[in-house]
């Protein structure tokens, strides 16, 4: 690749990160107006400095002699001239403008009840340590189904009107039915009956002493969820790329290569395969993005402790401060899946450099 | 896709009589008229308001057994499990007259091959004074007669619990000591003491007799008692921990699972369909602002916003279709839409329109959508699914209204409970196997009307 391709693709990624990045920023000032019509939001900001400011009025030695009642006046009118300084007591636009400064450096607040587990309240903290976790999970989980459902398309395709290519279509309607429901079955037959697999959870307790068990018992609490978004996308992914790859393999460059009497290895890769790419990766980065949707209540049903659990313990303590920090976190996420997709499709779509 | 797509149009009418040629179009047609006649016949039988409320009420379900199995589950467990037992017409024997004491006798036969679950008697009695004292004794087939308790009503309506009593479990305890010549091993569950065969520890079958002594505070004092053994199936759909009826939640909750998928689908779809059109025909700012929307949507976090709101603002489930509609007004759905519209805007009768002067909103709603309308019509079933598990998702976190019996908060009471721990499969499975049902059906209607409206599908 020339130095010139690279420099359009450098301006290229340039251009999108900054209009996701305006988009995201919408979204989240978007989720911040949405919040605040309850009040949330601003109800965050006042618990957080209401405490700091309480922190400091039980350390400082000037106030020591004041009773309770007096106290709680000087904390309130504390509290007040904080919230002045801080621009809190201007009329709602404005202060939603400083809301969407926080949310954007991450600045989340402090949890009402939850802690992480470095025992830490702060929203940040909570939201963070969790979301290597739901990585870890859903890229295994999406890149499985990608090459799976690759391999197989291409294989259909060349196979066409055989009995597996019949089934898988007649399969296809089961895609409709999302992973986790599928999850909540495969619990039910691999742990209430069978008792072979963990019904859920990231690594036993207590963990193996080496770091190979870990691995290995990490890998073991993953067969499930995994197994649960394949069963679930499988079938259709399978049929739509074979559907690719029928239409790309009637090209007449194919039937041309293959009067050549080119390796069908080499027909697949170079004249089926590349030029059916972009679709497909425009296929995977909405897999992707819906995997990331999916992940709240995937790591809901098998206690996977990701961004989704994390949600879910907020909805039950009703920690208003991490569901918002949550919701801040999945705009940034998808802003960034949608940039490094875009960044794979420059890379592979030729249209763009040009 | 070329223009070739757009010339054949098919009716309303022309469509269901080419579904009905596929095997599978008649398979799903079959299952909705199956669950919507079930539906109709359960909103006729009682109004939906009044179900809600007997769902909701705790009092009403005392009389069924807790956790039960269905009837056609039990018949898979080769066991003949015992049902409920209602102990009715009992032998009247007038011990004393003063002070007033009757004796009244049960008369068991129990056959069934499992214990059954609990032991309550209903207690109704009108008094002037003193409620009446009860003694209640227990004959099992060996021929032994125990004092179970002793207990004085303590309000006129009164519930004694057989099987919660710790007392009488220590009478057991004692029973099966004095029985065996040594302290049991095993644990004597109070079941285990009534109904239990000393040696094998198994249900002993037999004729059981159950005998209350009452003793009244005044002679014109009355009681009605109804004691009733707790089995373990009921009905064609289970019980769950409130001792519900799961049929009647099923009931109830597929319409209403049902009217939130094909609402929040209908009209997402008709509004990017609108949405679309409008922007691909006007072209311009107005495009390029309903573009930009979209792309903000994508990025919007859809799922975590639908629980914040719900659950900061406690909205009923038709509530939270309004939002939802809001939340996706602009889909992704509009670009593929949009790409259609540009192609029909040149098609020839669209140009014949604009020379004879045809209006905006005339061509558009008239000339356009009903062109463009068929290729969407799979997309719009095939996405009712992905709706009716949005509400299943929103009541596993629990943050849709409680009291509606819905599908999906069937699912997340089970779940709540413990359903897969404890071995309660049918209470998961029932209204999964129904949300499961529906949604392949769409999925099957969705395939076949795009075969029919998509004819290339049908070569490959």
Request: charged share 20%; no cysteine.
């Amino acid at each position: 690749m020339k130095i010139e391709g690279i420099k359009k693709i450098l301006i290229y990624f340039l251009k999108r990160a900054i209009a996701i990045f305006i988009t995201v920023a919408i979204a989240i000032y978007l989720t911040i107006v949405i919040a605040n019509a309850g009040g949330y939001v601003d109800k965050i900001i006042e618990d957080e400095i209401r405490m700091n400011v309480a922190m400091a009025i039980r350390n400082d030695p000037s106030v020591r002699g004041f009773t309770d009642e007096q106290k709680q006046k000087i904390i309130e009118n504390r509290v007040r001239n904080e919230m002045r300084r801080r621009g809190l007591d201007q009329p709602f636009i404005i202060r939603s403008i400083y809301h969407l400064k926080r949310a954007l450096l991450l600045d989340l607040g402090t949890a009402s009840s939850m802690t992480s587990d470095s025992g830490s309240m702060l929203v940040k903290n909570i939201i963070l340590e969790r979301i290597p976790l739901s990585i870890l999970l859903f890229t295994t989980i999406t890149i499985i189904n990608f090459f799976s459902a690759l391999y197989l398309g291409l294989k259909l395709s060349r196979r066409y009107g055989s009995f597996l290519d019949k089934l898988i279509v007649y399969l296809s309607p089961l895609s409709t039915i999302p992973g986790w429901f599928y999850g909540i079955f495969l619990i039910m037959i691999f742990y209430s009956w069978l008792h072979i697999l963990p019904p859920g959870g990231f690594i036993d307790f207590p963990p193996p002493p080496t770091l190979l068990g870990k691995i290995l018992n990490v890998a073991k609490h993953m067969i499930l969820p995994v197994l649960s978004w394949f069963i679930s996308s499988i079938f259709l992914s399978a049929y739509s790329e074979r559907n690719f790859f029928l239409i790309y393999s009637t090209e007449d460059y194919v039937e041309v290569a293959k009067a050549k009497g080119l390796p069908d290895k080499v027909i697949e890769r170079r004249y089926i395969l590349r030029p059916a790419l972009p679709p497909i990766i425009t296929s995977f980065a909405l897999a992707l993005i819906s995997s990331w949707m999916g992940a709240i209540v995937t790591e809901a049903v098998f206690n996977w402790p990701g961004l989704g659990m994390v949600l879910s313990r907020a909805i039950g303590t009703f920690d208003a401060p991490v569901i918002v920090g949550v919701t801040v976190i999945y705009a940034y996420l998808l802003g960034a899946t949608v940039l490094i997709l875009d960044f794979i499709y420059a890379l592979i779509d030729p249209r763009v450099r040009i | 896709m070329d223009n070739m797509e757009f010339t054949s149009s098919y009716s309303i009418k022309g469509i269901f009589r080419e579904i009905l040629r596929y095997k599978t179009g008649v398979f799903s047609l079959l299952i909705f008229a199956i669950l919507i006649l079930m539906s109709i016949y359960a909103y006729l039988s009682m109004p939906y308001e009044k179900a809600k409320e007997l769902w909701n009420d705790s009092q009403a379900w005392l009389k069924y057994p807790r956790n039960a199995i269905p009837t056609w589950l039990a018949f898979f467990s080769g066991k003949n499990l015992p049902k409920n037992i209602y102990l009715k017409e009992p032998k009247e024997e007038i011990i004393s007259d003063n002070p007033k004491v009757i004796r009244y006798t049960y008369n068991i036969d129990y056959t069934y091959d499992d214990f059954p679950s609990e032991f309550n008697i209903f207690l109704n009695s009108s008094f002037k004074e003193n409620p009446p004292n009860l003694k209640i004794y227990w004959i099992n087939p060996y021929g032994d007669r125990i004092l179970l308790a002793e207990k004085t009503q303590r309000a006129d309506k009164d519930i004694f619990y057989i099987g919660n009593e710790f007392s009488i479990e220590q009478k057991f305890t004692d029973y099966y000591k004095e029985k065996l010549g040594f302290y049991p091993t095993f644990p004597i569950t109070i079941m285990k003491g009534l109904f239990g065969d000393i040696e094998t520890q198994q249900v002993k079958k037999g004729t059981y007799r159950l005998e209350i002594e009452v003793q009244f505070g005044d002679k014109s004092d009355t009681i009605q008692i109804e004691p009733i053994i707790y089995g373990k199936v009921y009905g064609v759909a289970g019980t769950d921990h409130l001792r519900r009826p799961l049929e009647l939640g099923i009931l109830y909750g597929t319409p209403i699972d049902l009217a939130f998928g094909l609402g929040a689908s209908l009209s997402i779809t008709i509004i990017q369909l609108i949405l679309a059109t409008i922007s691909g025909w006007y072209g311009g700012w107005v495009d390029n602002i309903i573009q930009r929307l979209t792309e903000i949507y994508m990025l919007l976090p859809f799922l975590p916003l639908m629980i914040m709101i719900s659950l900061f603002y406690k909205l009923t489930i038709w509530q939270l279709l309004i939002v939802l509609i809001i939340l996706s007004i602009f889909g992704s759905g509009i670009k593929t839409q949009r790409a259609m519209v540009l192609q029909v805007k040149t098609l020839p009768y669209i140009e014949a329109a604009k020379t004879y002067g045809a209006s905006n909103m005339r061509i558009v709603f008239l000339y356009i959508i009903p062109k463009i309308l068929p290729p969407v019509i799979p997309g719009l079933i095939i996405s009712i699914p992905a709706y009716i598990f949005l509400e299943a998702i929103l009541s596993l976190f629990g943050v849709l209204d409680p009291t509606e019996p819905t599908l999906g908060r069937i699912i997340e009471e089970a779940f709540q409970n413990g359903a897969l721990y404890k071995g309660f499969y049918y209470w998961v499975i029932e209204p999964s196997l129904i949300i499961v049902l529906l949604a392949v059906s769409f999925a099957l209607l969705g395939f076949v009307i795009d075969r029919i409206v998509n004819p290339r599908l049908k070569e490959v």
